[in-house]
């Protein structure tokens, strides 16, 4: 309720406004009434008033003197709202009442539409100054938040750089003890989901983060950030993920620190539990204390590695598999130090697979595009992904060198497929069925066709088909539009486009200029 203020010297006057605003506002305003300025003065400075009422002439302290005083007393645009009654012969005291920002004047004998209308204005001004008050609040607020933000975010992509002073005064704001929580979705293609979105999907979780975190950042990976008073908030919000089965949801926390300054650390440690939910798809949730001790480590595997390398391009794929899990201790890997997966990771990129293209060349573009993908394990969400990607690797690199070895001592097998292509390019033919009517791996035949004879499989298929085609349309036995089906073309516009593109004319240009060219040899023969 606002508080108002009736002061006038007649009772009659004073009780009769207080009665017809009650009626009216029933609840709106809790009304006091004053006899002179002097007594309304005493009860302004007992309790605040918001609209203050009152006649201009009055005993021991006029309505004029009042108002000096009320001006006095308050702070520019904190004091009441001000609204005069007046006689016609006190119009001149009303005019002069508006430097001390009167709202409006009242002229006796007092109608009850203006005295309300009044009310109204004053209402609807204090409603649009709050309104304004609360949306200038929320924005130097949401400022606030934002540089606030950006001063701990910038700590999180400093490397051996001091923190500023404007971020050491941030640090010293969080509460203590805090946690850092790092935070991931990745989606089932293992594509990766914007921080904005984590932290909606979060708050249809838990609702809004800010009521349980003090802290959402956004780190230079794009990770979302989250900074809690306390291990709680990330504790319920693994529960509350688990019951809605979100196995997309990652996240890593750092141990509690009553030091501001560890902030940075703190980050660390939670970027690094969150690598540890590569090792299992059931460690969605890691905690920074569970992982620091107590991991398995193992010496470099050199000679398992070593063997490796000498098994590609013999055809030992099950013995190879399985050198491949002692190299990775498999069977203890849910208890090993992270670091020694990355080393062997690296081992295996460095003296396996390097090695190999060093020797034997570059393979295919799809081992090629495989191996850029393996040389990382953080290229996939779960470990077991990655070993199967990098099994299939070392098989397609196995073939590939046995196909390699295999296109260096014997000619047969290419020579065997012209031969198959010579007598098939008729029939709807790819390189697939090709390759297995010669017994070989698709991506060595691929390389090994191109080597042989200089083109592509589908170009050297084109040539023979365009090759067969000219004889027919040479001969002109059959109609134009046959000739495309007899050499194995699907329809008639992809013959003439390919004839095209190798001859430089269309099908029906080449038959009527191989037609000129006979009559003109018959012509000659006749003369």
């Given at each position: 309720?606002?508080?108002?203020?009736?002061?006038?010297?007649?009772?009659?006057?004073?009780?009769g406004?207080k009665?017809?605003?009650?009626?009216?506002?029933?609840?709106?305003?809790n009304?006091?009434?004053?006899?002179?300025?002097?007594?309304?003065?005493?009860?302004?400075?007992?309790?605040?008033?918001?609209?203050?009422?009152?006649?201009?002439?009055?005993?021991?302290?006029?309505?004029?003197?009042?108002?000096?005083?009320?001006?006095?007393?308050?702070?520019?645009?904190?004091?009441?709202?001000?609204?005069?009654?007046?006689?016609?012969?006190?119009?001149?005291?009303?005019?002069?009442?508006?430097?001390?920002?009167?709202?409006?004047?009242?002229?006796?004998?007092?109608?009850?539409?203006?005295?309300?209308?009044?009310?109204?204005?004053?209402?609807?001004?204090?409603?649009?100054?709050?309104?304004?008050?609360?949306?200038?609040?929320?924005?130097?607020?949401?400022?606030?938040?934002?540089?606030?933000?950006?001063?701990?975010?910038?700590?999180?992509?400093?490397?051996?750089?001091?923190?500023?002073?404007?971020?050491?005064?941030?640090?010293?704001?969080?509460?203590?003890?805090?946690?850092?929580?790092?935070?991931?979705?990745?989606?089932?293609?293992?594509?990766?989901?914007?921080?904005?979105?984590?932290?909606?999907?979060?708050?249809?979780?838990?609702?809004?983060?800010?009521?349980?975190?003090?802290?959402?950042?956004?780190?230079?990976?794009?990770?979302?950030?989250?900074?809690?008073?306390?291990?709680?908030?990330?504790?319920?919000?693994?529960?509350?993920?688990?019951?809605?089965?979100?196995?997309?949801?990652?996240?890593?926390?750092?141990?509690?620190?009553?030091?501001?300054?560890?902030?940075?650390?703190?980050?660390?440690?939670?970027?690094?539990?969150?690598?540890?939910?590569?090792?299992?798809?059931?460690?969605?949730?890691?905690?920074?204390e569970?992982?620091?001790?107590g991991?398995?480590?193992?010496?470099?595997?050199?000679?398992?590695?070593?063997?490796?390398?000498?098994?590609?391009?013999?055809?030992?794929?099950?013995?190879m598999?399985?050198?491949?899990?002692?190299?990775?201790?498999?069977?203890?890997?849910?208890?090993?130090?992270?670091?020694?997966?990355?080393?062997?990771?690296?081992?295996?990129n460095?003296?396996?697979?390097?090695?190999?293209?060093?020797?034997?060349?570059?393979?295919?573009?799809?081992?090629?595009?495989?191996?850029?993908?393996?040389?990382?394990?953080?290229?996939?969400?779960?470990?077991?992904?990655?070993?199967?990607?990098?099994?299939?690797?070392?098989?397609?690199?196995?073939?590939?060198?046995?196909?390699?070895?295999?296109?260096?001592?014997?000619?047969?097998?290419?020579?065997?497929?012209?031969?198959?292509?010579?007598?098939?390019y008729?029939?709807?033919?790819?390189?697939?069925?090709v390759?297995?009517?010669?017994?070989?791996?698709?991506?060595?035949?691929?390389?090994?066709?191109?080597?042989?004879?200089?083109?592509?499989?589908?170009?050297?298929?084109?040539?023979?088909?365009?090759?067969?085609?000219?004889?027919?349309?040479?001969?002109?036995?059959?109609?134009?539009?046959?000739?495309?089906?007899?050499?194995?073309?699907?329809?008639?516009?992809?013959?003439?486009?390919?004839?095209?593109?190798l001859?430089?004319?269309?099908?029906?240009?080449?038959?009527?200029?191989r037609?000129?060219?006979?009559?003109?040899?018959?012509?000659?023969?006749?003369s």
């Amino acid at each position: 309720m606002k508080n108002l203020l009736i002061v006038d010297d007649e009772r009659m006057i004073r009780q009769g406004l207080k009665a017809m605003i009650e009626r009216e506002y029933p609840s709106r305003y809790n009304i006091a009434l004053a006899s002179n300025g002097a007594e309304a003065l005493e009860l302004f400075r007992q309790e605040r008033r918001d609209i203050i009422i009152t006649d201009i002439r009055m005993p021991v302290m006029d309505g004029m003197a009042l108002l000096e005083n009320l001006s006095k007393e308050s702070l520019p645009g904190e004091g009441p709202a001000v609204v005069i009654l007046s006689g016609f012969d006190d119009f001149e005291y009303a005019k002069n009442a508006i430097r001390h920002r009167v709202k409006d004047y009242l002229l006796k004998p007092i109608r009850r539409e203006e005295l309300f209308d009044i009310l109204e204005r004053i209402n609807e001004e204090w409603k649009s100054r709050e309104s304004s008050a609360r949306r200038l609040a929320q924005e130097q607020a949401g400022y606030r938040r934002e540089l606030r933000a950006a001063r701990l975010g910038g700590l999180l992509m400093q490397e051996d750089v001091e923190p500023s002073q404007e971020q050491l005064e941030e640090l010293h704001k969080l509460e203590r003890p805090f946690s850092v929580g790092v935070l991931n979705y990745y989606y089932n293609d293992g594509t990766r989901m914007k921080p904005g979105e984590v932290q909606g999907l979060i708050e249809r979780l838990t609702g809004p983060l800010e009521q349980k975190f003090m802290e959402i950042l956004t780190d230079w990976e794009g990770k979302l950030v989250l900074v809690a008073g306390g291990k709680e908030s990330f504790l319920e919000l693994t529960k509350q993920a688990a019951a809605k089965d979100l196995k997309g949801l990652t996240a890593g926390i750092g141990r509690s620190t009553g030091n501001p300054e560890d902030f940075r650390s703190s980050y660390k440690e939670a970027c690094r539990a969150l690598q540890y939910t590569f090792l299992s798809p059931q460690a969605n949730f890691v905690d920074y204390e569970s992982i620091r001790e107590g991991r398995l480590s193992f010496a470099s595997p050199e000679k398992e590695l070593h063997k490796l390398l000498n098994m590609l391009g013999t055809d030992r794929e099950k013995e190879m598999k399985a050198l491949l899990g002692v190299i990775f201790q498999t069977e203890h890997l849910s208890e090993l130090d992270l670091s020694y997966l990355e080393s062997v990771g690296r081992s295996i990129n460095e003296r396996v697979l390097d090695e190999i293209f060093r020797v034997h060349g570059e393979a295919s573009v799809e081992v090629l595009k495989l191996y850029r993908t393996v040389g990382n394990l953080y290229n996939f969400r779960h470990f077991h992904d990655y070993y199967r990607a990098l099994e299939h690797l070392l098989i397609s690199v196995n073939d590939y060198i046995i196909g390699l070895r295999s296109a260096h001592t014997e000619h047969a097998d290419m020579r065997k497929a012209l031969d198959y292509i010579e007598v098939n390019y008729a029939r709807p033919l790819n390189m697939a069925m090709v390759s297995n009517h010669v017994s070989l791996n698709y991506s060595y035949f691929s390389e090994a066709f191109k080597a042989y004879t200089g083109e592509s499989f589908v170009l050297y298929l084109k040539k023979v088909r365009i090759r067969h085609a000219k004889t027919l349309l040479a001969e002109n036995l059959i109609k134009l539009g046959e000739v495309s089906e007899a050499v194995g073309f699907e329809n008639s516009k992809q013959f003439t486009r390919v004839f095209k593109e190798l001859e430089g004319i269309s099908p029906g240009e080449y038959r009527a200029k191989r037609l000129m060219e006979q009559g003109s040899g018959r012509t000659g023969e006749d003369s």
